[in-house]
Protein backbone atom coordinates (compact mmCIF):
# COMPACT_ATOMS: atom_id res chain seq x y z
CA UNK A 1 0.00 0.00 0.00
CA UNK A 2 0.96 3.65 -0.54
CA UNK A 3 2.57 5.13 2.55
CA UNK A 4 1.26 9.27 3.03
CA UNK A 5 3.33 11.99 5.16
CA UNK A 6 1.87 12.23 8.32
CA UNK A 7 -0.09 15.24 8.40
CA UNK A 8 1.65 16.76 11.82
CA UNK A 9 4.58 15.54 13.36
CA UNK A 10 5.08 14.36 17.17
CA UNK A 11 5.61 16.92 19.80
CA UNK A 12 7.61 16.55 22.75
CA UNK A 13 8.96 18.54 25.86
CA UNK A 14 12.78 17.96 26.92
CA UNK A 15 13.63 18.91 30.51
CA UNK A 16 17.47 19.74 30.01
CA UNK A 17 19.84 20.01 32.35
CA UNK A 18 22.24 23.17 30.82
CA UNK A 19 25.55 22.41 32.40
CA UNK A 20 25.87 18.21 31.68
CA UNK A 21 24.09 18.70 28.81
CA UNK A 22 21.65 15.56 30.09
CA UNK A 23 17.73 15.02 29.59
CA UNK A 24 16.20 14.68 32.89
CA UNK A 25 13.08 13.50 31.34
CA UNK A 26 10.85 13.99 28.23
CA UNK A 27 6.71 15.43 29.01
CA UNK A 28 5.12 13.34 26.16
CA UNK A 29 1.52 12.61 25.20
CA UNK A 30 -0.03 9.64 24.16
CA UNK A 31 1.18 9.54 20.82
CA UNK A 32 4.75 9.45 21.56
CA UNK A 33 4.64 6.47 24.10
CA UNK A 34 2.80 4.57 21.32
CA UNK A 35 5.82 5.25 18.93
CA UNK A 36 7.90 4.18 21.71
CA UNK A 37 6.12 1.06 22.44
CA UNK A 38 5.51 0.37 18.80
CA UNK A 39 9.33 -0.11 18.35
CA UNK A 40 8.99 -3.43 20.12
CA UNK A 41 6.60 -4.82 17.48
CA UNK A 42 9.11 -3.78 14.58
CA UNK A 43 10.36 -6.49 13.02
CA UNK A 44 14.68 -6.76 12.45
CA UNK A 45 14.20 -7.08 8.62
CA UNK A 46 12.01 -3.95 8.56
CA UNK A 47 14.37 -1.73 11.08
CA UNK A 48 17.31 -2.99 8.84
CA UNK A 49 15.71 -1.50 5.61
CA UNK A 50 14.98 1.35 7.67
CA UNK A 51 18.55 2.15 9.12
CA UNK A 52 21.02 2.66 6.53
CA UNK A 53 24.66 1.04 6.38
CA UNK A 54 26.25 3.75 8.28
CA UNK A 55 23.97 4.09 11.09
CA UNK A 56 23.85 -0.24 11.87
CA UNK A 57 26.62 -1.81 13.28
CA UNK A 58 27.79 -5.91 13.22
CA UNK A 59 26.89 -7.65 9.94
CA UNK A 60 23.42 -6.83 9.71
CA UNK A 61 24.53 -4.13 7.33
CA UNK A 62 25.91 -7.16 4.96
CA UNK A 63 22.78 -9.98 5.47
CA UNK A 64 20.54 -7.18 4.11
CA UNK A 65 22.42 -6.41 1.12
CA UNK A 66 22.69 -10.18 0.47
CA UNK A 67 19.20 -10.54 0.82
CA UNK A 68 18.25 -7.90 -2.07
CA UNK A 69 20.76 -9.16 -3.90
CA UNK A 70 20.15 -12.75 -3.93
CA UNK A 71 18.75 -13.85 -6.94
CA UNK A 72 14.77 -14.64 -6.93
CA UNK A 73 15.50 -18.16 -8.49
CA UNK A 74 16.95 -19.38 -5.39
CA UNK A 75 13.76 -18.20 -3.40
CA UNK A 76 11.09 -20.29 -3.05
CA UNK A 77 8.34 -17.24 -3.40
CA UNK A 78 10.57 -15.03 -4.18
CA UNK A 79 7.61 -11.95 -4.04
CA UNK A 80 6.32 -13.33 -0.77
CA UNK A 81 9.61 -13.88 0.89
CA UNK A 82 11.05 -10.39 0.23
CA UNK A 83 7.60 -8.98 1.71
CA UNK A 84 7.73 -10.91 4.59
CA UNK A 85 10.87 -9.41 5.89
CA UNK A 86 10.62 -6.28 4.33
CA UNK A 87 6.72 -5.30 4.72
CA UNK A 88 5.09 -6.63 7.47
CA UNK A 89 2.12 -7.17 7.84
CA UNK A 90 0.84 -5.61 10.88
CA UNK A 91 1.04 -2.10 11.17
CA UNK A 92 1.53 0.22 14.35
CA UNK A 93 1.96 3.77 15.58
CA UNK A 94 5.99 3.04 15.25
CA UNK A 95 5.63 2.09 11.70
CA UNK A 96 3.53 5.13 10.46
CA UNK A 97 6.01 7.88 11.67
CA UNK A 98 9.02 5.12 10.64
CA UNK A 99 7.76 4.40 7.20
CA UNK A 100 6.61 7.94 6.95
CA UNK A 101 8.72 9.20 4.36
CA UNK A 102 10.10 5.84 3.23
CA UNK A 103 7.42 4.46 0.78
CA UNK A 104 7.52 0.61 0.79
CA UNK A 105 6.92 -1.73 -2.57
CA UNK A 106 3.38 -2.01 -3.10
CA UNK A 107 2.19 -5.28 -1.47
CA UNK A 108 -0.35 -7.34 -3.14
CA UNK A 109 -3.29 -9.05 -1.81
CA UNK A 110 -2.59 -13.00 -2.25
CA UNK A 111 -4.37 -14.73 -4.94
CA UNK A 112 -5.54 -18.20 -5.00
CA UNK A 113 -6.89 -20.40 -7.53
CA UNK A 114 -9.32 -23.75 -8.12
CA UNK A 115 -9.76 -25.76 -10.45
CA UNK A 116 -10.82 -24.05 -13.66
CA UNK A 117 -13.01 -27.46 -14.83
CA UNK A 118 -15.61 -26.71 -11.82
CA UNK A 119 -18.84 -25.39 -12.91
CA UNK A 120 -20.46 -23.26 -9.79
CA UNK A 121 -23.84 -23.69 -11.15
CA UNK A 122 -22.91 -27.72 -10.14
CA UNK A 123 -21.43 -26.87 -6.81
CA UNK A 124 -22.35 -29.98 -5.19
CA UNK A 125 -24.31 -32.28 -7.77
CA UNK A 126 -22.23 -32.14 -10.87
CA UNK A 127 -21.59 -35.02 -13.16
CA UNK A 128 -20.14 -32.76 -16.36
CA UNK A 129 -16.43 -33.15 -14.67
CA UNK A 130 -14.49 -35.55 -13.58
CA UNK A 131 -13.87 -33.46 -10.18
CA UNK A 132 -17.51 -34.75 -8.82
CA UNK A 133 -17.99 -31.89 -6.46
CA UNK A 134 -14.54 -31.94 -5.03
CA UNK A 135 -13.64 -28.59 -4.98
CA UNK A 136 -11.66 -28.05 -1.65
CA UNK A 137 -8.06 -27.66 -2.90
CA UNK A 138 -6.72 -24.22 -3.69
CA UNK A 139 -3.45 -23.41 -4.83
CA UNK A 140 -1.25 -19.99 -5.03
CA UNK A 141 0.66 -20.88 -8.04
CA UNK A 142 -1.59 -20.48 -10.89
CA UNK A 143 -1.87 -23.49 -13.54
CA UNK A 144 -1.37 -26.02 -10.70
CA UNK A 145 -2.42 -29.33 -11.90
CA UNK A 146 -5.65 -30.43 -10.12
CA UNK A 147 -5.70 -32.97 -7.53
CA UNK A 148 -8.75 -34.48 -8.13
CA UNK A 149 -8.53 -34.01 -12.34
CA UNK A 150 -5.92 -32.88 -13.35
CA UNK A 151 -6.95 -29.66 -14.89
CA UNK A 152 -5.35 -26.72 -14.63
CA UNK A 153 -6.54 -24.78 -11.28
CA UNK A 154 -6.92 -21.02 -12.92
CA UNK A 155 -9.74 -19.69 -11.27
CA UNK A 156 -9.50 -16.58 -9.16
CA UNK A 157 -10.88 -17.76 -5.52
CA UNK A 158 -11.49 -14.43 -3.42
CA UNK A 159 -9.72 -14.77 0.23
CA UNK A 160 -11.95 -13.71 3.18
CA UNK A 161 -10.37 -13.00 6.15
CA UNK A 162 -11.95 -13.72 9.60
CA UNK A 163 -10.95 -12.23 12.35
CA UNK A 164 -11.37 -14.19 16.01
CA UNK A 165 -13.92 -12.96 18.38
CA UNK A 166 -10.82 -11.73 21.35
CA UNK A 167 -9.20 -10.44 18.62
CA UNK A 168 -12.26 -8.55 17.80
CA UNK A 169 -12.85 -7.53 20.85
CA UNK A 170 -9.01 -5.84 20.94
CA UNK A 171 -9.34 -4.08 18.08
CA UNK A 172 -12.61 -2.23 18.95
CA UNK A 173 -11.00 -1.77 22.47
CA UNK A 174 -7.81 0.12 20.69
CA UNK A 175 -9.94 1.89 18.07
CA UNK A 176 -12.30 3.44 21.28
CA UNK A 177 -8.75 4.82 22.86
CA UNK A 178 -8.02 6.06 19.55
CA UNK A 179 -5.46 3.44 18.21
CA UNK A 180 -2.29 2.94 19.67
CA UNK A 181 -1.22 1.19 22.97
CA UNK A 182 -1.61 3.59 25.91
CA UNK A 183 -4.84 6.03 27.40
CA UNK A 184 -4.81 9.59 25.81
CA UNK A 185 -6.23 11.77 28.84
CA UNK A 186 -2.65 11.36 30.83
CA UNK A 187 0.74 13.23 30.40
CA UNK A 188 3.62 10.85 30.61
CA UNK A 189 6.88 11.02 31.51
CA UNK A 190 9.88 9.36 29.80
CA UNK A 191 13.33 9.00 30.49
CA UNK A 192 16.65 9.52 29.09
CA UNK A 193 16.51 5.65 28.81
CA UNK A 194 12.95 5.53 27.66
CA UNK A 195 11.36 4.42 30.92
CA UNK A 196 8.12 5.24 30.89
CA UNK A 197 6.13 6.26 33.54
CA UNK A 198 2.43 8.75 34.25
CA UNK A 199 3.56 12.28 34.75
CA UNK A 200 3.18 13.61 38.32
CA UNK A 201 4.89 16.63 40.52
CA UNK A 202 5.96 13.91 42.95
CA UNK A 203 7.68 11.59 40.36
CA UNK A 204 9.02 15.51 38.66
CA UNK A 205 10.71 16.12 41.97
CA UNK A 206 11.72 12.83 42.75
CA UNK A 207 14.09 12.54 39.78
CA UNK A 208 15.52 16.24 40.59
CA UNK A 209 16.91 15.30 44.29
CA UNK A 210 18.35 11.69 42.23
CA UNK A 211 20.03 13.80 39.58
CA UNK A 212 21.19 16.51 42.50
CA UNK A 213 19.24 19.40 40.72
CA UNK A 214 19.87 22.07 43.61
CA UNK A 215 19.20 25.19 41.28
CA UNK A 216 16.12 25.44 38.92
CA UNK A 217 18.31 28.22 36.32
CA UNK A 218 20.25 25.68 35.20
CA UNK A 219 17.24 23.54 33.53
CA UNK A 220 15.67 24.60 30.36
CA UNK A 221 13.08 23.76 28.85
CA UNK A 222 12.96 22.61 24.84
CA UNK A 223 10.07 21.70 21.99
CA UNK A 224 10.96 18.99 19.58
CA UNK A 225 9.34 17.38 16.87
CA UNK A 226 9.45 13.42 15.96
CA UNK A 227 9.08 12.65 12.39
CA UNK A 228 10.49 10.24 9.85
CA UNK A 229 14.44 11.35 10.76
CA UNK A 230 14.18 11.38 14.35
CA UNK A 231 12.17 8.05 14.74
CA UNK A 232 14.99 6.28 12.84
CA UNK A 233 17.54 8.13 14.84
CA UNK A 234 15.58 6.66 18.14
CA UNK A 235 15.53 3.37 16.93
CA UNK A 236 19.32 3.44 16.25
CA UNK A 237 20.00 5.00 19.43
CA UNK A 238 17.72 2.81 21.51
CA UNK A 239 20.12 -0.46 20.09
CA UNK A 240 22.86 0.70 21.93
CA UNK A 241 23.01 3.72 24.29
CA UNK A 242 21.16 3.81 27.63
CA UNK A 243 21.07 8.09 26.96
CA UNK A 244 18.74 7.74 23.95
CA UNK A 245 17.14 11.43 24.13
CA UNK A 246 20.09 12.93 25.01
CA UNK A 247 21.90 11.32 22.21
CA UNK A 248 19.24 12.16 19.40
CA UNK A 249 18.05 15.47 20.46
CA UNK A 250 20.37 17.63 22.56
CA UNK A 251 23.32 16.46 20.71
CA UNK A 252 22.37 17.43 17.73
CA UNK A 253 20.58 21.17 19.42
CA UNK A 254 19.53 22.31 16.01
CA UNK A 255 16.38 20.46 16.36
CA UNK A 256 15.19 21.91 19.44
CA UNK A 257 13.57 25.13 19.99
CA UNK A 258 14.26 26.77 23.12
CA UNK A 259 11.26 27.70 25.04
CA UNK A 260 11.86 31.08 26.97
Same mark, same amino acid.
Given at each position: ???? %????????????????? &??? +????????????????? @?????????? %??????????? !??????????? =????????????????????????????????? &? #???????????????? +???? =??????????? #????? %?????????? #???????????????? &????????????????? #????????????????????????????? !??????????????????????? !???? %????? @??????????? @??
Amino acid at each position: MALQ %TPKKLLQLKLLVHQNSG &QVL +YAEAGKDFVDFLFGLLG @VPLGHAARLL %TEDHMAGCLPT !LCKSFHELEDG =YFVHPADDRDAVFVPDASSPAFDILRSSSPSPP &Q #TAKIYYRCSGADTSHY +YFDN =YNSCYGNYGHV #TDVYG %TPCPSCEKEM #TTEMRFVPGRRDVKGK &QVAAMEAAGGGYVKGVL #TYMVMDNLAVMPMSTISAVTLLNRFHVTD !LKSLSEWKVEVGKNEGSELLKAS !LRSK %TVLTD @VFVRKWKRGVL @VE
